[in-house]
């Protein structure tokens, strides 16, 4: 049982771990409590607590304010309560113990990597993680939770104000005791790993609510999504996927559609060699498909009987995919400029179909005729940010803040006069870890960033009437409508995964938080999946729709220098080719069948449960009661009587 009734003036309560630096060392910690040197009043008043905590020696002061709630606690440390002397904080692990387990203990801890990870209390090496929120690693922490599922009841840690300064901190078979343990980490300042520099800090208030939820039988990571999905719809931080379209022809099309990208062009070879590009060294442009070869395309998705689709043209813009942001004009010669771009958005909207764009407000490159220099985000020593070397070559990072106030408006406003409309997409805001900027034009903290990576998908939703991004952080899906995919693997789904230690099983976390709030795909390889194939149907019975993307893998080494066609067998799905459209069309129709004809509704609603009944058979339990039973094995299952034939699923009508 997770007691909520926590002593706070007890001696051995370890409020938790601060981390600081001194004139004489790097890197220093104390523990706080009253045993180690502490000062710690508490003033009780009803059901609110102010907890005032001091260290006369070490400078250092703070404030907790503590609110009852039913079944919980509500723990706020107000930022301007933060004190210090000649000490400089750093960072507080808060409540290191309060969720420790020891090696053998019942139960478990619910992880919001990915999907979404389970990792147990027993047979793991001793080990320490830190695992930022929406951090550096793509798709990594998307979510501020953690849950604690014991044999009564499930403990759910919430974080608000305050996410996007916090790393969820997980300990491992600890000593000789063997202790578990999890806990935010809240960071108070970013050093530039320079001692004596005393930069301010630059995080928010934090406030965690701890809620005990009894265990009714479900998943305990479906109770956690629950509790996480309606806080927030309480608060309007997010809205039902169910009201949205009212307001929304293009998201109501969305929910009845496969997406199907294609990559028009890209410089070549790709990587691009030449990482800072002038007019005089520019690669060539290497062209996937023309805009008349995707008007083809129309034809062979309407000859199939392909009733609904997104089409979203990658590469369209000035030198193909990521040439020349924030230039995006002219539309690239090499596919038929502008004049065809036009014919083919008219085409493909008598043929009853939404096309949009993909755009980018996330890199600059040097070779854009738009100057760059006053968007760039900037470190503690005015040095800009790099990205990878992608079309455009060296990728600097654009400050959304300055990138929303000088391209963004301008860019989304082109695109819709080209035409387009449709569920939009833009890449990496969502998926991508967040920054400090320390540019002396637009200084931004972490959560200053991901309100402006907000302001611009809000405003490209505005402009084009529904937005796609590419990953799934959360602090954008108040916004958001569909992103591209939840887990970023390259390889098979949960492959990488499952290799770390601390992971005993994957689960559906974040699509129980947002199935019904969000259109997703599950996973890298679950774009281009066939119909019946084990990513196709793992992306079903996690709540995903389909997705498909023409010339997906566009670096040069995967193409056969002699045919131009796609090295077979590097990938778990394939690349879609112009050479195949008959048999891809036939895949997508199925699709559609499969995903909108059948389990359609399902997207309106939550999922309630899941349950794995093996790594091949699963049942998903939606909020309007009925259930999808899937299976991919070679054999046919059958469970709680109902027959679910080999490599397909079954939606139960009751």
């Not at 001696?11 to 710690?40: C, F, M, Q, V």
């Not at 409540?95 to 090696?103: K, Q, T, V, W, Y």
């Not at 395309?297 to 020349?324: E, P, Q, S, T, Y």
């Not at 998908?457 to 590419?470: D, V």
């Amino acid at each position: 049982m997770n007691s909520l009734a926590i002593d706070w003036g007890a001696p051995k309560l370890k409020l938790g771990r601060l981390s600081y630096w001194t004139s004489y060392a790097d890197s220093a910690e104390t523990t706080i409590s009253s045993a180690n040197g502490w000062k710690i009043d508490t003033v009780k008043n009803g059901k609110r607590t102010v907890i005032s905590c001091s260290h006369e020696k070490l400078g250092f002061v703070f404030r907790l304010d503590v609110e009852d709630l039913e079944n919980g606690l509500k723990i706020t440390l107000p930022k301007e309560s933060l004190k210090e002397g000649k000490n400089h904080l750093g960072s507080l692990l808060f409540l290191p113990d309060f969720a420790m387990r020891h090696e053998g203990d019942s139960g478990y801890y619910i992880i919001p990597q990915q999907s979404g990870v389970i990792s147990g209390f027993s047979g793991k090496q001793e080990g320490t993680y830190h695992i930022g929120v929406y951090g550096n690693g793509m798709s990594e922490c998307n979510m501020p939770i953690f849950g604690v599922a014991d044999d009564s009841d499930v403990l759910c840690a919430i974080l608000g104000p305050g996410n996007c300064d916090a790393v969820l901190e997980l300990e491992t078979a600890h000593g000789a005791e063997k202790a578990y343990r999890i806990a935010f980490r809240y960071i108070f300042r970013y050093e530039c790993h320079v001692r004596r520099q005393n930069w301010p800090v630059v995080c928010e208030d934090f406030t965690l609510t701890l809620q005990s939820v009894w265990n009714d039988g479900r998943n305990p990571a479906a109770l956690l999504a629950e509790t996480y999905r309606n806080l927030r719809i309480a608060k309007e931080e997010i809205v039902p996927l169910s009201e949205r379209v009212k307001q929304s022809p293009e998201l109501a099309n969305a929910v009845k559609s496969p997406e199907v990208r294609i990559r028009l062009a890209v410089k070549w070879p790709f990587p691009c060699k030449m990482a800072e590009q002038t007019p005089e060294n520019e690669p060539g442009v290497h062209v996937f498909c023309s805009f008349d070869d995707v008007k083809h395309f129309i034809d062979k998705f309407k000859a199939a009987g392909i009733g609904h689709l997104n089409i979203c043209l990658v590469g369209w813009a000035a030198k193909g995919h990521d040439g020349r942001y924030p230039q995006i004009l002219p539309v690239e010669e090499t596919l038929g400029g502008e004049t065809k771009l036009r014919e083919l958005i008219r085409y493909a909207q008598e043929a009853g179909y939404f096309i949009s764009a993909h755009d980018n407000h996330y890199d600059a490159y040097h070779i854009s005729e738009d100057p760059i220099e006053g968007i760039l985000i900037r470190n503690q020593e005015d040095a800009c940010l790099m990205d990878g070397v992608w079309g455009g070559g060296q990728a600097y990072l654009s400050c959304p803040e300055a990138m929303y106030k000088t391209y963004s408006k301008r860019n989304l406003e082109t695109i819709r006069d080209l035409g387009f409309r449709g569920t939009h997409f833009t890449d990496c805001l969502s998926t991508t870890g967040l920054k400090v900027c320390w540019s002396k034009e637009h200084p931004q903290t972490k959560s200053g960033m991901a309100h402006w990576r907000r302001e611009i998908l809000r405003l490209a939703k505005q402009t084009m009437g529904s937005i796609e991004c590419e990953g799934p952080f959360d602090f954008a899906t108040g916004v958001l409508d569909r992103v591209l995919y939840i887990n970023t693997d390259s390889g098979r789904p949960d492959e990488e995964l499952r290799t770390r230690d601390y992971v005993d099983e994957i689960v559906p976390l974040y699509e129980m938080v947002h199935h019904g709030i969000i259109l997703y795909n599950t996973t890298w390889e679950a774009i281009n999946s066939l119909p019946d194939s084990r990513a196709y149907l793992r992306n079903l019975a996690f709540g995903g729709m389909p997705s498909f993307y023409f010339y997906r893998h566009f670096a040069t080494k995967n193409y056969d220098p002699k045919t131009g066609l796609p090295v077979e067998g590097r990938f778990e799905t394939s690349d879609f080719i112009k050479e195949n459209i008959d048999r891809e069309a036939v895949a997508i129709r199925k699709a559609e069948k499969d995903y909108i004809g059948m389990a359609g509704m399902e997207q309106f609603c939550f999922i309630q449960d899941f349950k794995a009944y093996s790594e091949t058979l699963t049942r998903t339990d939606f909020s309007n009661g009925r259930k999808l039973y899937v299976n991919w094995s070679d054999t046919e299952a059958k469970v709680e009587g109902v027959n679910i034939p080999p490599c397909s699923f079954k939606l139960d009508q009751e």
